[in-house]
Protein backbone atom coordinates (compact mmCIF):
# COMPACT_ATOMS: atom_id res chain seq x y z
CA UNK A 1 0.00 0.00 0.00
CA UNK A 2 1.33 3.58 -1.28
CA UNK A 3 0.52 5.86 1.82
CA UNK A 4 0.64 9.97 1.94
CA UNK A 5 0.42 12.60 4.14
CA UNK A 6 -3.24 13.19 3.55
CA UNK A 7 -4.20 9.97 4.31
CA UNK A 8 -1.68 9.94 7.46
CA UNK A 9 -3.72 13.11 8.12
CA UNK A 10 -6.79 11.13 7.78
CA UNK A 11 -5.79 7.91 10.14
CA UNK A 12 -5.94 10.84 12.59
CA UNK A 13 -9.77 12.27 12.20
CA UNK A 14 -12.40 11.15 14.20
CA UNK A 15 -13.88 8.79 11.68
CA UNK A 16 -10.81 7.12 11.22
CA UNK A 17 -10.84 6.12 14.86
CA UNK A 18 -13.69 4.30 15.10
CA UNK A 19 -12.93 1.53 12.75
CA UNK A 20 -9.15 1.80 13.65
CA UNK A 21 -10.30 0.64 17.14
CA UNK A 22 -12.19 -2.16 16.01
CA UNK A 23 -9.17 -3.51 13.29
CA UNK A 24 -6.54 -3.03 16.00
CA UNK A 25 -8.43 -5.05 18.57
CA UNK A 26 -8.41 -7.77 16.18
CA UNK A 27 -6.51 -7.58 12.76
CA UNK A 28 -7.91 -9.80 10.10
CA UNK A 29 -5.93 -12.60 8.71
CA UNK A 30 -5.34 -12.60 5.35
CA UNK A 31 -8.00 -15.55 5.53
CA UNK A 32 -10.49 -12.55 6.01
CA UNK A 33 -8.14 -9.93 4.41
CA UNK A 34 -10.41 -9.45 1.06
CA UNK A 35 -13.83 -9.52 2.66
CA UNK A 36 -12.96 -6.75 5.54
CA UNK A 37 -11.67 -4.68 2.55
CA UNK A 38 -14.91 -5.08 0.93
CA UNK A 39 -17.03 -4.11 3.68
CA UNK A 40 -15.06 -1.38 4.32
CA UNK A 41 -15.05 0.38 1.03
CA UNK A 42 -18.92 0.21 1.16
CA UNK A 43 -18.06 3.23 3.65
CA UNK A 44 -14.91 4.81 2.80
CA UNK A 45 -12.38 5.25 -0.38
CA UNK A 46 -10.37 2.06 -1.63
CA UNK A 47 -7.39 3.95 -0.61
CA UNK A 48 -8.40 5.00 3.09
CA UNK A 49 -9.67 0.91 3.97
CA UNK A 50 -6.36 0.05 2.96
CA UNK A 51 -4.81 2.37 5.37
CA UNK A 52 -7.21 0.98 7.87
CA UNK A 53 -6.11 -2.56 7.53
CA UNK A 54 -2.77 -1.80 7.12
CA UNK A 55 -2.09 0.16 10.01
CA UNK A 56 -4.01 -2.59 12.48
CA UNK A 57 -1.81 -5.19 11.22
CA UNK A 58 1.40 -3.15 12.27
CA UNK A 59 0.42 -1.93 15.41
CA UNK A 60 0.28 -5.92 16.11
CA UNK A 61 3.86 -6.65 14.55
CA UNK A 62 4.68 -3.23 16.76
CA UNK A 63 3.98 -4.26 20.26
CA UNK A 64 7.31 -6.30 19.47
CA UNK A 65 8.92 -3.10 19.20
CA UNK A 66 6.99 -0.85 21.44
CA UNK A 67 5.08 -2.77 23.87
CA UNK A 68 1.95 -1.20 25.48
CA UNK A 69 2.40 1.49 23.17
CA UNK A 70 1.84 0.75 19.66
CA UNK A 71 -2.30 0.01 19.56
CA UNK A 72 -1.98 4.36 18.85
CA UNK A 73 0.73 4.59 16.66
CA UNK A 74 0.95 5.11 12.89
CA UNK A 75 3.31 3.17 10.77
CA UNK A 76 4.43 2.34 6.97
CA UNK A 77 6.28 -1.45 7.09
CA UNK A 78 9.39 0.31 5.93
CA UNK A 79 9.44 2.45 8.61
CA UNK A 80 8.17 0.44 11.23
CA UNK A 81 11.06 -2.39 10.01
CA UNK A 82 13.64 0.64 10.03
CA UNK A 83 12.39 1.69 14.11
CA UNK A 84 14.59 1.18 16.73
CA UNK A 85 12.88 -1.17 19.66
CA UNK A 86 11.80 1.44 22.27
CA UNK A 87 14.11 -0.42 25.08
CA UNK A 88 17.41 0.04 22.60
CA UNK A 89 16.16 3.50 21.78
CA UNK A 90 15.56 4.74 25.95
CA UNK A 91 18.89 3.68 26.28
CA UNK A 92 20.87 5.45 24.06
CA UNK A 93 18.66 8.32 24.64
CA UNK A 94 19.67 8.27 28.36
CA UNK A 95 23.33 9.73 27.09
CA UNK A 96 21.52 13.05 26.11
CA UNK A 97 19.67 13.61 29.17
CA UNK A 98 19.63 16.58 30.42
CA UNK A 99 20.34 18.58 27.10
CA UNK A 100 18.07 21.19 25.98
CA UNK A 101 17.70 20.80 22.48
CA UNK A 102 18.59 17.55 20.62
CA UNK A 103 18.19 17.36 16.53
CA UNK A 104 17.01 13.33 15.26
CA UNK A 105 18.52 13.46 11.84
CA UNK A 106 17.01 10.78 10.09
CA UNK A 107 14.36 10.75 12.16
CA UNK A 108 11.84 7.76 10.42
CA UNK A 109 8.68 7.89 12.40
CA UNK A 110 10.28 8.59 15.61
CA UNK A 111 11.51 5.95 17.36
CA UNK A 112 14.47 7.44 18.61
CA UNK A 113 12.64 11.12 18.57
CA UNK A 114 10.36 9.77 20.81
CA UNK A 115 12.53 8.30 23.58
CA UNK A 116 14.61 11.25 23.21
CA UNK A 117 11.67 13.72 24.41
CA UNK A 118 11.27 11.53 27.67
CA UNK A 119 15.17 12.75 28.11
CA UNK A 120 15.86 16.13 26.98
CA UNK A 121 14.00 19.64 26.40
CA UNK A 122 13.13 19.78 23.14
CA UNK A 123 13.55 17.99 20.29
CA UNK A 124 14.07 18.46 16.48
CA UNK A 125 13.07 15.50 13.89
CA UNK A 126 14.48 16.16 10.81
CA UNK A 127 13.69 14.14 7.69
CA UNK A 128 13.41 14.49 4.04
CA UNK A 129 10.44 12.13 3.81
CA UNK A 130 7.09 14.08 4.35
CA UNK A 131 5.13 11.08 4.76
CA UNK A 132 7.60 9.69 7.56
CA UNK A 133 7.38 13.03 9.40
CA UNK A 134 3.99 12.89 9.25
CA UNK A 135 3.91 9.11 10.53
CA UNK A 136 6.21 10.78 13.33
CA UNK A 137 3.72 14.46 14.53
CA UNK A 138 0.96 11.30 14.64
CA UNK A 139 3.10 9.26 17.06
CA UNK A 140 4.33 12.45 19.40
CA UNK A 141 0.75 13.27 19.23
CA UNK A 142 -0.48 9.64 20.68
CA UNK A 143 2.50 9.08 22.89
CA UNK A 144 1.28 13.45 24.12
CA UNK A 145 4.84 14.36 23.50
CA UNK A 146 3.56 16.59 20.34
CA UNK A 147 4.83 19.93 22.43
CA UNK A 148 8.86 18.79 22.55
CA UNK A 149 9.04 16.80 19.04
CA UNK A 150 9.43 19.41 15.88
CA UNK A 151 9.22 17.72 13.02
CA UNK A 152 11.02 19.26 10.16
CA UNK A 153 11.54 17.92 6.40
CA UNK A 154 15.27 19.08 5.16
CA UNK A 155 18.74 17.49 3.95
CA UNK A 156 20.85 16.27 7.08
CA UNK A 157 23.70 16.69 5.10
CA UNK A 158 22.81 20.60 4.75
CA UNK A 159 21.98 22.00 8.31
CA UNK A 160 19.84 25.02 9.05
CA UNK A 161 20.11 24.57 12.46
CA UNK A 162 23.13 24.51 15.27
CA UNK A 163 22.17 22.58 18.33
CA UNK A 164 24.96 21.13 20.78
CA UNK A 165 24.04 17.81 20.44
CA UNK A 166 22.29 15.42 17.82
CA UNK A 167 21.46 11.57 17.15
CA UNK A 168 22.17 10.65 13.27
CA UNK A 169 20.11 7.50 11.69
CA UNK A 170 21.36 6.90 8.04
CA UNK A 171 19.24 4.72 6.04
CA UNK A 172 20.63 1.40 5.69
CA UNK A 173 18.41 -0.10 3.08
CA UNK A 174 18.73 0.55 -1.00
CA UNK A 175 14.72 -0.83 -1.62
CA UNK A 176 14.54 -4.14 0.12
CA UNK A 177 17.97 -4.91 0.42
CA UNK A 178 20.33 -4.02 3.37
CA UNK A 179 23.65 -2.11 3.43
CA UNK A 180 26.30 -4.01 5.39
CA UNK A 181 28.99 -1.22 5.07
CA UNK A 182 29.02 2.33 6.58
CA UNK A 183 30.51 4.16 3.16
CA UNK A 184 27.26 3.00 1.31
CA UNK A 185 24.58 4.32 3.97
CA UNK A 186 22.37 7.08 2.93
CA UNK A 187 24.68 9.76 3.79
CA UNK A 188 27.63 7.69 4.08
CA UNK A 189 29.44 8.01 7.46
CA UNK A 190 32.53 9.44 6.64
CA UNK A 191 30.09 12.15 5.52
CA UNK A 192 28.33 12.14 8.30
CA UNK A 193 30.98 12.47 10.37
CA UNK A 194 31.89 16.19 9.05
CA UNK A 195 28.42 17.38 11.10
CA UNK A 196 31.27 17.26 14.54
CA UNK A 197 32.16 20.48 13.05
CA UNK A 198 28.99 22.39 13.76
CA UNK A 199 27.67 19.55 16.02
CA UNK A 200 30.12 17.69 18.28
CA UNK A 201 28.12 15.92 21.13
CA UNK A 202 26.97 13.05 17.65
CA UNK A 203 25.55 10.29 18.15
CA UNK A 204 25.73 7.59 15.07
CA UNK A 205 23.76 4.64 14.67
CA UNK A 206 25.01 2.07 12.25
CA UNK A 207 24.35 -1.65 11.21
CA UNK A 208 25.56 -4.11 13.75
CA UNK A 209 28.17 -5.43 12.03
CA UNK A 210 30.46 -2.72 11.89
CA UNK A 211 34.05 -3.74 11.29
CA UNK A 212 36.79 -1.88 13.84
CA UNK A 213 38.85 -0.94 11.60
CA UNK A 214 35.53 1.44 10.63
CA UNK A 215 35.97 3.21 13.81
CA UNK A 216 36.63 6.66 13.97
CA UNK A 217 39.92 7.66 16.19
CA UNK A 218 38.39 9.50 19.17
CA UNK A 219 35.07 7.67 19.01
CA UNK A 220 33.63 5.35 21.54
CA UNK A 221 31.98 2.36 19.23
CA UNK A 222 29.38 0.47 21.16
CA UNK A 223 27.13 -2.66 20.65
CA UNK A 224 23.78 -3.25 21.96
CA UNK A 225 21.99 -6.42 21.85
CA UNK A 226 18.14 -6.74 23.42
CA UNK A 227 16.86 -10.17 24.44
CA UNK A 228 20.03 -12.07 22.70
CA UNK A 229 20.07 -10.10 19.72
CA UNK A 230 21.98 -7.95 18.00
CA UNK A 231 20.37 -4.81 17.39
CA UNK A 232 22.97 -1.92 16.21
CA UNK A 233 26.36 -0.26 16.89
CA UNK A 234 26.51 3.07 17.82
CA UNK A 235 29.82 5.96 17.20
CA UNK A 236 29.84 8.13 20.62
CA UNK A 237 31.67 11.89 19.91
CA UNK A 238 32.28 14.74 22.09
CA UNK A 239 30.86 14.97 25.58
CA UNK A 240 28.89 11.85 24.75
CA UNK A 241 31.49 9.68 24.61
CA UNK A 242 32.64 7.46 27.46
CA UNK A 243 36.43 6.61 26.79
CA UNK A 244 37.88 5.73 23.48
CA UNK A 245 36.91 2.03 23.96
CA UNK A 246 34.75 -0.78 22.53
CA UNK A 247 32.16 -1.67 24.86
CA UNK A 248 29.31 -3.87 24.86
CA UNK A 249 25.86 -3.43 26.06
CA UNK A 250 23.40 -5.97 26.97
CA UNK A 251 19.40 -5.15 27.27
CA UNK A 252 17.43 -5.67 29.43
CA UNK A 253 19.42 -5.95 32.32
CA UNK A 254 21.73 -2.48 30.78
CA UNK A 255 25.09 -4.20 31.98
CA UNK A 256 28.44 -3.37 30.34
CA UNK A 257 31.56 -4.83 29.18
CA UNK A 258 34.62 -2.90 28.22
CA UNK A 259 36.77 -4.52 25.70
CA UNK A 260 40.43 -4.37 26.84
CA UNK A 261 42.29 -6.90 24.79
CA UNK A 262 41.74 -9.93 27.09
CA UNK A 263 43.11 -13.00 25.89
CA UNK A 264 41.21 -16.01 27.14
CA UNK A 265 43.19 -19.11 28.05
CA UNK A 266 42.86 -22.75 25.40
CA UNK A 267 41.47 -25.42 27.04
CA UNK A 268 39.59 -28.76 26.17
CA UNK A 269 35.63 -27.89 26.70
CA UNK A 270 35.00 -28.43 30.53
CA UNK A 271 31.16 -29.03 31.73
CA UNK A 272 29.71 -26.30 31.12
CA UNK A 273 29.31 -24.43 27.58
CA UNK A 274 29.36 -20.96 27.39
CA UNK A 275 28.06 -18.38 24.07
CA UNK A 276 28.92 -14.63 24.60
CA UNK A 277 26.18 -12.47 23.99
CA UNK A 278 26.59 -11.17 20.48
CA UNK A 279 27.27 -7.83 21.54
CA UNK A 280 30.15 -9.24 23.68
CA UNK A 281 31.22 -11.23 20.25
CA UNK A 282 31.12 -7.99 18.18
CA UNK A 283 33.14 -5.65 20.77
CA UNK A 284 35.98 -7.83 20.44
CA UNK A 285 35.21 -9.13 24.53
CA UNK A 286 35.27 -12.61 24.74
CA UNK A 287 38.66 -12.65 25.93
CA UNK A 288 37.89 -10.39 28.56
CA UNK A 289 34.80 -12.21 29.24
CA UNK A 290 36.78 -15.10 29.84
CA UNK A 291 38.96 -13.62 31.93
CA UNK A 292 36.17 -11.97 34.49
CA UNK A 293 34.24 -15.30 34.77
CA UNK A 294 37.67 -17.85 35.12
CA UNK A 295 36.61 -19.50 31.64
CA UNK A 296 38.55 -20.53 28.76
CA UNK A 297 38.37 -20.95 25.01
CA UNK A 298 37.59 -24.15 23.31
CA UNK A 299 38.93 -23.07 19.83
CA UNK A 300 41.46 -19.85 19.08
CA UNK A 301 39.36 -18.32 16.37
CA UNK A 302 35.53 -19.42 17.93
CA UNK A 303 33.53 -17.20 19.96
CA UNK A 304 32.86 -19.95 22.96
CA UNK A 305 33.73 -20.69 26.21
CA UNK A 306 33.95 -22.85 28.15
CA UNK A 307 34.15 -24.02 32.22
CA UNK A 308 33.98 -26.38 35.30
CA UNK A 309 31.05 -24.33 36.58
CA UNK A 310 27.71 -22.63 35.83
CA UNK A 311 27.31 -18.98 36.39
CA UNK A 312 24.81 -16.73 36.42
CA UNK A 313 26.18 -13.59 33.40
CA UNK A 314 23.73 -11.15 31.78
CA UNK A 315 26.50 -11.79 29.12
CA UNK A 316 26.70 -15.36 28.25
CA UNK A 317 23.87 -18.31 27.54
CA UNK A 318 24.89 -21.32 29.38
CA UNK A 319 24.50 -25.45 28.71
CA UNK A 320 25.66 -27.92 30.41
CA UNK A 321 27.77 -30.28 28.27
CA UNK A 322 26.54 -34.05 28.29
CA UNK A 323 28.76 -35.47 25.39
CA UNK A 324 31.41 -34.46 22.84
CA UNK A 325 32.62 -36.01 19.77
CA UNK A 326 34.48 -35.33 15.94
CA UNK A 327 32.11 -34.46 14.18
CA UNK A 328 30.60 -37.78 12.21
CA UNK A 329 26.86 -37.86 11.55
CA UNK A 330 27.00 -41.64 12.37
CA UNK A 331 29.13 -41.62 15.59
CA UNK A 332 26.54 -38.28 16.54
CA UNK A 333 23.53 -40.10 16.10
CA UNK A 334 25.03 -43.33 18.20
CA UNK A 335 25.36 -40.67 20.63
CA UNK A 336 22.13 -39.25 20.27
CA UNK A 337 20.60 -42.58 20.78
CA UNK A 338 22.39 -43.41 23.41
CA UNK A 339 20.99 -40.31 25.27
CA UNK A 340 17.68 -40.85 24.04
CA UNK A 341 17.76 -37.36 22.99
CA UNK A 342 15.55 -34.63 21.25
CA UNK A 343 17.91 -32.05 19.42
CA UNK A 344 15.63 -28.94 19.95
CA UNK A 345 18.13 -26.54 18.18
CA UNK A 346 21.06 -26.67 16.39
CA UNK A 347 23.80 -23.99 16.58
CA UNK A 348 26.72 -23.65 14.38
CA UNK A 349 30.09 -21.90 14.19
CA UNK A 350 33.00 -22.28 11.93
CA UNK A 351 30.94 -24.79 10.36
CA UNK A 352 29.58 -25.41 6.49
CA UNK A 353 26.64 -27.34 7.60
CA UNK A 354 23.15 -26.34 7.19
CA UNK A 355 21.74 -26.32 10.68
CA UNK A 356 17.75 -27.08 9.80
CA UNK A 357 18.75 -29.37 7.08
CA UNK A 358 21.17 -31.08 9.24
CA UNK A 359 18.73 -31.19 12.11
CA UNK A 360 16.70 -33.62 9.75
CA UNK A 361 19.21 -36.11 9.59
CA UNK A 362 19.92 -36.69 13.50
CA UNK A 363 18.39 -39.61 15.42
CA UNK A 364 15.12 -38.22 17.07
CA UNK A 365 12.79 -39.77 20.25
CA UNK A 366 9.87 -38.35 20.65
CA UNK A 367 9.75 -38.59 24.43
CA UNK A 368 13.68 -38.06 24.57
CA UNK A 369 15.54 -35.30 27.10
CA UNK A 370 15.57 -32.07 25.22
CA UNK A 371 19.41 -31.13 23.57
CA UNK A 372 21.37 -27.94 22.19
CA UNK A 373 23.40 -29.76 19.64
CA UNK A 374 26.55 -27.38 18.61
CA UNK A 375 28.87 -27.81 15.45
CA UNK A 376 31.53 -26.12 15.43
CA UNK A 377 35.28 -26.65 16.34
CA UNK A 378 37.66 -27.73 19.40
CA UNK A 379 41.55 -27.18 19.04
CA UNK A 380 41.09 -26.39 15.14
CA UNK A 381 39.16 -29.91 14.62
CA UNK A 382 35.32 -30.21 13.81
CA UNK A 383 33.60 -31.04 16.21
CA UNK A 384 30.00 -31.89 18.20
CA UNK A 385 28.82 -30.88 21.51
CA UNK A 386 25.76 -31.57 22.57
CA UNK A 387 24.71 -30.17 25.37
CA UNK A 388 21.29 -29.89 27.71
CA UNK A 389 19.06 -27.83 27.15
CA UNK A 390 16.80 -26.15 30.26
CA UNK A 391 17.62 -23.61 32.99
CA UNK A 392 20.67 -22.78 31.94
CA UNK A 393 20.48 -21.95 28.65
CA UNK A 394 16.61 -22.48 27.28
CA UNK A 395 16.61 -22.78 23.39
CA UNK A 396 12.81 -22.60 21.48
CA UNK A 397 12.97 -25.46 18.84
CA UNK A 398 14.60 -24.61 16.06
CA UNK A 399 17.98 -24.35 13.98
CA UNK A 400 20.45 -21.95 14.15
CA UNK A 401 23.57 -20.23 12.42
CA UNK A 402 25.84 -18.19 14.45
CA UNK A 403 28.60 -17.64 12.10
CA UNK A 404 29.94 -14.70 13.15
CA UNK A 405 33.11 -13.02 11.40
CA UNK A 406 34.36 -11.59 14.92
CA UNK A 407 35.18 -14.75 17.54
CA UNK A 408 36.87 -11.96 20.13
Known amino acids: MTIDVELVHWLQSEEAAVWLELLTAQPPDDTALLGVLSRLRKHMSPAQASALVTTAQLRRRAEVKFPGRAQGMFFTKEA ?207 GDLALELGLWQIDPEIAYLSGDRALATPFARCWRLLDELPFDLKALNRRLRRLQGRVVAVKKRGSPIDPEAFRRRLYRSDEGTELVLVVTRVRSRPWCLICQAGPTGSHSKEAYDDTSPHSG
Open 80 to 286: LEQATPYAVARHTAARFRGVEWVADLGCGAGGDALALADEVGQVLAVDRDAVRLALLDANACSWGRRERVHPLQADIMRPAWRVLAAWADPDRRTGPRRLFHPDRLHPPLQQLLALRELTPNLGIKLMPGLPHEAIPAGAEAEWISLQGQLKEAVLWFGELARGRVRRATVLPSGAELVAAGGRAPLSSPGAFLYEPDPAVIRAGAV
